[in-house]
């Protein structure tokens, strides 16, 4: 049950918690808004991915199972 | 604005290739015209057929996308509920500024549209059917929807909905967004439209040139839409086309054409007119001649230099004028019409317009080279990281200009630039969207 | 014993309105992408968040206190309906509003994933009508605040309050329409490209 962290870019702003709190997996961009690795979370990783999410101050952050397709053109 | 020429009418320079042209008539054709041509609406009134057909077909979606037209409609007829809301949706927002061949397909045979709007619905079974268009409905496609419903060919009422006139009011979720009251602004994906779109019911949006195609693959069959174009890549397509010597044109080709045959041949001769070709619009790719010179009208041809053939604007620039200028002008366009909904895209397109026009000015070769750092930084800082595929696009557009007319960054780096014609050669409307109320 | 449960409630009253005030003003500083200073980030939301959940802590000592303490009869139910209160009906009546406004805004952010954003943010935005009532409710039923040094930290809390919610308005005056944000970051980047350049010369 492979689970990717994606962020709504239109609900983030640019609070960067997701950053502090899993900085493994979420690297802030020269404007402040968060480069997610779209890789699988490790199993590792999972209950700091999940806090992650739920201190997202505008819930942008999210926790998908397996690969959902992105944006249509 | 000058108005866009068929050149695809029976008779007309195009009729070389045998099977065209399928779409355009030489002059538009009323109900009565249409329905001497091809007979009524062909109902399959058992379902999966039309999908089947489609698939066989290999129709893909002609907006842009390519996407394969029967996954849509498989997936639309599969969503929801049985009893429940359904929706189609026919785009002819045409947002693509360069591209004009929506308008001319909707002003010459807009029966075509609506016949497969028509034959679409019933196949995913909608409830529910939409016409999205650019401008406000011309007379041709008022009289068509009257037309039609006084002679009961319409299975489903149609809504029709102008778009405005911004770049993405023709993207998918946008198109969804402004049918349901709301502005012409992309949404974030997942849901995709096809599980729940308008209202919340599952929506199939479609371009009304894939439409067209429908509507004469319900008639003729798979293996007649097949009789042209490539074994992957089948059918025909139309094209905008720019030519210095000519007006702007629209063309339908089969897939698989030299673009020499639809942009002009390319040799030690003639190239003196022509410096470089775009292909695919402004989130296309800027092709070097005489490099691409053999290079055909079809994505497996084109992703050899990284293109794709999109919605089908070709446009030959004249050696004349400035690529570079050209490149930053539209870029500029791109960057202003940014729904200014996610960071990425919000911080960067404005600058790597910014920092385009400054290679354009003649700021010096260390200038140059800081601001095409920046800019190859921030392509690849917005690649991928909004809610939709504009910035992708304009990402493309861009890096293909860095590589196409790197000799000329080069010259604008010494205060030089090759151009001899300073007016401007690719089309942008006029008006950037300054409120909210320019998006509804 | 009453004594004890009165001087009880009394003193969580007055906890519960400092916490309160901290909630707001992190609630606004999280709004704001504020830091606390030596703080990272996440504190300022983990912080908002679990102080309000201490607050309804002191504040179900604060009203248990009061309901078990038999000198005076507040029933239990007055703490969320107000009004229904024989004793000092009006100021304790302010107070159940402003629990059940606490309630509401706890409640929807629990369920805040299922919930429609917009719902959420109309629900959260009542912590604004929410404090003032429940300032309200301490000064009217609490003689403690209404002299000495309780009085000056009530009023400090109050004064904390409307800065940091000027504060807040100031921002939102300031805010670029979306349809403007295009154009601001390009006026950004003009100005901030002007003043880099400054020295270089053009040929």
């Given at each position: 049950m492979a689970e990717n962290l994606r962020v709504n870019p239109i609900q983030c702003t640019g609070h960067g918690v997701c950053a502090e709190l899993l900085p493994e997996l979420v690297t802030l961009d020269e404007w402040g808004y968060p480069i997610i690795d779209p890789r699988p979370v490790p199993p590792a990783l999972d209950r700091d991915a999940r806090r992650a999410v739920a201190a997202c101050p505008t819930l942008a952050l999210r926790l998908l199972r397996s690969e959902q397709p992105a944006r249509s053109g | 604005m000058s108005t866009a020429v068929n050149e695809s009418a029976p008779g007309g320079a195009a009729r070389h290739h045998a099977g065209l042209p399928r779409l355009l008539p030489a002059a538009p054709e009323d109900l009565h015209a249409h329905l001497a041509r091809y007979g009524p609406t062909p109902y399959q009134r058992r379902p999966g057929v039309l999908i089947a057909a489609v698939e066989t077909a290999g129709l893909t979606g002609r907006g842009g996308a390519a996407f394969p037209v029967y996954r849509k409609l498989d997936v639309v007829a599969r969503a929801g509920l049985r009893q429940g809301r359904k929706v189609v949706v026919a785009n002819g927002a045409e947002s693509e500024p360069a591209s004009r061949k929506d308008e001319m397909l909707l002003r010459l045979a807009p029966n075509l549209v609506l016949d497969g709007l028509q034959l679409a619905a019933e196949a995913v079974g909608a409830t529910e059917a939409h016409l999205y268009l650019h401008y406000a409905p011309g007379p041709q496609i008022l009289r068509a929807l009257a037309e039609r419903a006084s002679r009961g060919l319409d299975r489903l009422g149609v809504t029709v909905t102008q778009a405005p006139?911004?770049?993405?009011?023709?993207q998918e979720t946008a198109v969804v967004n402004r049918l349901g009251g709301g502005p012409a602004l992309p949404t974030f994906q997942p849901p995709r439209v096809t599980e729940?779109?308008?209202?919340g019911a599952p929506t199939l949006v479609q371009n009304v040139e894939t439409l067209a195609h429908l509507a004469l693959i319900a008639r003729y069959g798979p293996r007649w839409f097949r009789a042209?174009?490539?074994?992957d890549e089948p059918g025909s397509m139309l094209t905008t086309i720019y030519r210095p010597d000519t007006k702007a044109h629209i063309r339908e080709a089969a897939i698989g054409t030299p673009l020499s045959a639809l942009l002009g041949a390319i040799d030690g001769a003639s190239d003196g007119g022509v410096q470089a070709w775009l292909v695919g619009g402004y989130h296309g790719t800027w092709l070097p001649v005489p490099d691409a010179?053999?290079?055909?009208?079809d994505n497996a041809s084109l992703a050899r230099f990284g293109a794709a053939a999109g919605a089908g604007v070709l446009a030959a620039l004249p050696s004349d004028r400035c690529g570079l200028t050209e490149t930053a002008r539209v870029t500029g366009y791109l960057a202003a019409e940014s729904a200014g909904q996610c960071g990425p895209c919000l911080n960067g397109l404005p600058r790597i317009a910014a920092a385009l026009a400054e290679l354009a000015g003649f700021k010096g070769p260390g200038h140059r080279r800081r601001t095409v750092a920046d800019l190859e930084r921030w392509s690849g800082l917005v690649e991928g990281r909004g809610a939709c595929h504009h910035p992708d696009g304009t990402v493309r557009f861009v890096r293909s200009a860095l590589t196409t007319f790197a000799p000329e960054i080069a010259r604008h780096a010494r205060g030089q630039c090759s151009a001899t014609e300073r007016r401007p050669y690719l089309p942008l409307p006029d008006g950037l969207p300054a409120r909210e109320e320019d998006w509804t | 014993m009453n004594t004890a449960f009165w001087y009880a409630s009394r003193a969580t009253g007055i906890v519960a309105l400092l916490l309160l005030t901290a909630v707001l003003v992190l609630g606004i500083l999280v709004n704001r992408q504020g830091r606390l200073p030596?703080?990272?980030?996440f504190a300022v939301t983990d912080l908002h968040r679990n102080l309000s959940l201490l607050s309804v802590a002191f504040i179900a000592v604060h009203v248990l206190t009061a309901v078990a303490d038999t000198y005076v009869h507040i029933p239990l139910v007055s703490a969320v309906i107000?009004?229904?209160?024989?004793?000092?009906r009006f100021w304790l009546g302010l107070g159940a509003v402003s629990l059940d406004i606490m309630l509401a805004m706890i409640v929807t952010s629990l369920l805040r994933g299922r919930l429609n954003r917009v719902l959420w943010r109309a629900v959260h935005l009542l912590a604004y009508a929410s404090w003032p009532i429940a300032f309200a409710h301490s000064i009217g039923s609490s003689k403690d605040l209404q002299q000495g040094w309780m009085l000056i930290l009530a009023i400090g809390c109050a004064m904390i309050i409307v800065a940091a919610v000027i504060w807040r308005l100031a921002h939102a005056a300031q805010q670029v329409p979306r349809a403007g944000r295009v154009a601001a970051v390009f006026a950004q980047h003009t100005a901030s490209a002007a003043r880099r350049h400054r020295g270089t010369v053009a040929r």
């Open positions: - | 006139p911004r770049f993405l009011a023709g729940r779109g308008l209202g042209v174009g490539t074994g010179a053999g290079v055909t009208l | 030596g703080l990272p980030r107000p009004f229904a209160s024989g004793y000092e």
